[in-house]
């Protein structure tokens, strides 16, 4: 619930709104699990273990910034719903599941954009 104060001369009104329903329970991007998730799929790919080498090819092979790309490997930064999708499809995973939002790792599904 969500509350505000309304003064009305010297009588404060205090009234209440609920939640809409889509934020409910709505879960947010991990960056930690996604952190987890996107290097175990790094490593399964086979791209470098060593740190500059495998940021030079997380930017290649997902067409981001070096910057962005050493972000998202230690879990600073995440991917914006373009770049997690087309990260996602690379992969071969599921977006949600690569950002932490579900538990069900399942094939790669384009999300559908919100209204």
Same mark, same amino acid.
């Given at each position: 619930?969500? +509350?505000?104060?309304?003064?009305? +001369?010297?009588?404060?009104?205090?009234?209440?709104?609920?939640?809409?329903?889509?934020?409910?329970?709505?879960?947010?991007?991990?960056?930690?699990?996604?952190?987890?998730?996107?290097?175990?799929?790094?490593?399964?790919?086979?791209?470098?273990?060593?740190?500059?080498?495998?940021?030079?090819?997380?930017?290649?092979?997902?067409?981001?910034?070096?910057?962005?790309?050493?972000?998202?490997?230690? +879990?600073?930064?995440?991917?914006?719903?373009?770049?997690?999708?087309?990260?996602?499809?690379?992969?071969?995973?599921?977006?949600?599941?690569?950002?932490?939002?579900?538990?069900?790792?399942?094939?790669?599904?384009?999300?559908?954009?919100?209204?």
């Amino acid at each position: 619930m969500i +509350g505000m104060c309304l003064m009305y +001369g010297n009588l404060a009104v205090v009234k209440t709104f609920i939640k809409p329903y889509f934020f409910q329970g709505a879960k947010k991007m991990n960056r930690k699990v996604f952190s987890q998730r996107f290097n175990r799929e790094l490593s399964s790919m086979g791209l470098p273990e060593e740190l500059s080498e495998k940021v030079k090819a997380v930017s290649k092979v997902f067409g981001v910034s070096r910057h962005l790309a050493n972000a998202m490997i230690f +879990g600073h930064l995440l991917p914006n719903k373009e770049q997690l999708d087309r990260i996602a499809c690379v992969l071969e995973v599921c977006p949600n599941w690569l950002s932490g939002i579900s538990d069900r790792k399942k094939a790669y599904t384009k999300v559908a954009e919100e209204a």
